[in-house]
């Protein structure tokens, strides 16, 4: 099973700040990586799929990056509306396809 | 547009059984593969199980296997999850998922969840 581990757990940033969020593989999953962001009391929504190509509706914004074990979703500049928990998840070697804990998102 | 409707919400005992459904419309539901997903209380996303579009083939998660049934019913655009032997740490939100039309498996609709608390 291939383990993903997500970083910080936390983040407490201003409006207009940078958000960077890690997720590091256990094992190389090439580009098979998504990011999904999930609001409170809402469904997990689709951000990122392939490491970098945004889903449809989102952000530009929203971006990602990396390959292999280690990813980056990068939010150029916080919104309000950003607030929420981000989940990487892979699907090069499955079953089980897995996510990673989750990273929090959190305005000051 | 897409629509995934889950219902059999409940609060059972240990060792219990309960059937989830999930309903779905504006796509082509027989040509996607369809998936299970959880989430705990305060926890993170678990994969649970995937179904393929013509429910040839099954696969679980090492924590349901031979406890739940993934199947469906190509005829009503129904998904279902039975779940026997429920144990509390089988408590979450139950999401049932679609994969992006490329049939890579990235989930772009998903359900709104429905509850299942295991307790005593």
């Known amino acids: 099973e291939i383990v993903l581990t997500q970083s910080p757990a936390t983040l407490s940033l201003s409006p207009g700040e940078r958000a960077t969020l890690s997720c590091r593989a256990s094992?190389?999953?090439?580009?098979?990586l998504a990011w999904y962001q999930q609001k409170p009391g809402q469904a997990p929504r689709l951000l990122i799929y392939?490491?970098?190509t945004r889903a449809t509706g989102i952000p530009a914004r929203f971006s990602g990056s990396g390959s292999g074990t280690d990813f980056t979703l990068t939010i150029s500049s916080l919104e309000p509306e950003d607030v929420a928990v981000y989940y990487c998840?892979?699907?090069?070697?499955?079953?089980?396809?897995?996510f990673g804990g989750g990273t929090k998102v959190e305005i000051k | 547009q897409v629509h995934l409707v889950e219902s059999g919400a409940g609060v059972v005992r240990p060792g219990s059984t309960l059937r989830l459904s999930c309903a779905a419309s504006g796509f082509n539901f027989s040509s996607f593969s369809m998936h299970w997903v959880r989430q705990g209380p305060g926890k993170g996303l678990e994969w649970l199980a995937v179904?393929?579009?013509?429910?040839?083939?099954?696969y679980y998660a090492d924590s349901v296997r031979g406890r739940f049934t993934v199947s469906r019913d190509n005829s009503k655009s129904t998904l279902y999850l039975q779940m026997n032997s429920l144990r509390p740490d089988d408590t979450a939100v139950y999401y049932c998922v679609r994969h992006l039309p490329s049939g890579n498996y990235y989930f772009d609709f998903w359900g709104q969840g429905t509850l299942v608390t295991v307790s005593s």
């Open positions: 392939d490491a970098s």
């Open positions: 094992q190389s999953v090439t580009n098979s």
């Open positions: 998840q892979q699907r090069y070697y499955w079953p089980p396809l897995t």
């Open positions: 179904i393929s579009h013509d429910d040839g083939k099954k």
